[in-house]
T-cell receptor, first 118, second 114 residues
Framework: NAGVMQNPRHLVRRRGQEARLRCSPMKGHSHVYWYRQLPEEGLKFMVYLQKENIIDESGMPKERFSAEFPKEGPSILRIQQVVRGDSAAYFC????????????????FGAGTRLSVL | AQSVSQHNHHVILSEAASLELGCNYSYGGTVNLFWYVQYPGQHLQLLLKYFSGDPLVKGIKGFEAEFIKSKFSFNLRKPSVQWSDTAEYFCAVTSYSSASKIIFGSGTRLSIRP
């Protein structure tokens, strides 16, 4: 059962380092989403990507955060110069379609990457 | 802006008790509604979903939810809970115009006493 795969599951970084989180979508899915869950909060949308395109990045912080979904390989969420406030669980999801035009968008989630910034 | 409210932060029940978790959303247009569950250490799993049609939706593991449009609610129910239902439950919504962006509630932690 090849679901959404995220790695690493746990990532520890010191302040100022870079964090790279990877996400491989379910087989056949070309739509990828990233969400962040801060302690005691629900998941918050960050970014939506299709292959080689960023479709909606309205939830991404303006600085230090970037995401890509290249033609080959997993989607990457990159956080530069991490700060303590970046400590959170980062979840990736994928879907078969976008949900536009009334199509049903059902997102399937990975197990998440827990980022701890020391 | 859309938002989702889950009324209970933490619910504690005994096995065989009935469950109802409240969820209200704020959005005036057409919505799609979801309940996700996160078992300890695992990924979010889709419990059930509503896109259209019958407002009473059946999901996996004996869960159901009822969409009441006039109340902007989508409460989750289960007649008899089991210890294995211990998990965090998230209500979520997408709008017809922004179907790719899920808005989540803050979650309800359910603890079942054996």
């Amino acid at each position: 059962n090849a679901g959404v795969m995220q790695n690493p599951r746990h990532l520890v970084r010191r302040r100022g380092q870079e964090a790279r989180l990877r996400c491989s979508p379910m087989k056949g899915h070309s739509h990828v989403y990233w969400y962040r869950q801060l302690p005691e909060e629900g998941l918050k949308f960050m970014v939506y990507l299709q292959k080689e395109n960023i479709i909606d990045e309205s939830g991404m912080p303006k600085e230090r955060f970037s995401a890509e979904f290249p033609k080959e390989g997993p989607s990457i969420l990159r956080i530069q110069q991490v700060v303590r406030g970046d400590s959170a669980a980062y979840f990736c999801a994928s879907s078969l379609n976008s949900g536009t035009g009334g199509a049903k968008n059902i997102q399937y989630f990975g197990a998440g990457t827990r980022l701890s910034v020391l | 802006a859309q938002s989702v409210s889950q009324h209970n932060h933490h619910v504690i029940l005994s096995e065989a008790a009935s469950l109802e978790l409240g969820c209200n959303y704020s959005y005036g247009g057409t919505v799609n509604l979801f309940w996700y569950v996160q078992y300890p250490g695992q990924h979010l799993q889709l419990l059930l979903k509503y896109f259209s049609g019958d407002p009473l939706v059946k999901g996996i593991k004996g869960f159901e939810a009822e969409f009441i449009k006039s109340k902007f609610s989508f409460n989750l129910r289960k007649p008899s809970v089991q210890w294995s239902d211990t998990a965090e439950y998230f209500c979520a919504v997408t709008s017809y115009s922004s179907a790719s962006k899920i808005i989540f509630g803050s979650g309800t932690r359910l603890s079942i006493r054996p």
